[in-house]
């Protein structure tokens, strides 16, 4: 069972920053496929970013957060992160990781295994 908990996120004016984290609860974390997505209220959830698993890292951006948003990932912390940068009100909402054992990075959240219990990120105007 991998546990997934995230951290950071927070009130923001437009136009700041965040750093969110994912840390996951075992040592082969390098091994899965972690996806951002969230929910705004009233809004059904969303795909954010993804990073591939392994050495690969390569990823995956939505286009409202393209340019904006970076994912990566430090595989000696079993740690994921997601710095939004340029933040706006429309990227206000409930952020969450997911993971899945796969090399294959999916936008679809039923794909994911695993998620964690979510951040808040409010972005004011």
């Known amino acids: 069972q991998v546990q997934l908990v995230e951290s950071g996120g927070g009130l923001v004016q437009a136009g700041g920053s965040l750093r969110l984290s994912c840390a996951a609860s075992?040592?082969?974390?390098?091994?899965?496929?972690v996806g951002w997505f969230r929910q705004a209220p009233g809004k059904e959830r969303e795909f954010v970013a993804a990073i591939r698993a392994w050495t690969d890292s390569s990823t995956n951006y939505a286009d409202s957060v393209k340019g904006r948003f970076t994912t990566s990932r430090d595989n000696a912390k079993n740690t994921v992160y997601l710095q939004m940068n340029s933040l706006k009100s429309e990227d206000t909402a409930i952020y969450y990781c997911a993971a899945r054992s796969s090399m294959v990075v999916t936008t679809i959240a039923n794909d994911y295994n695993y998620w964690g219990q979510g951040t808040q990120v409010t972005v004011s105007s």
């Open positions: 075992l040592r082969t974390f390098n091994g899965y496929t």
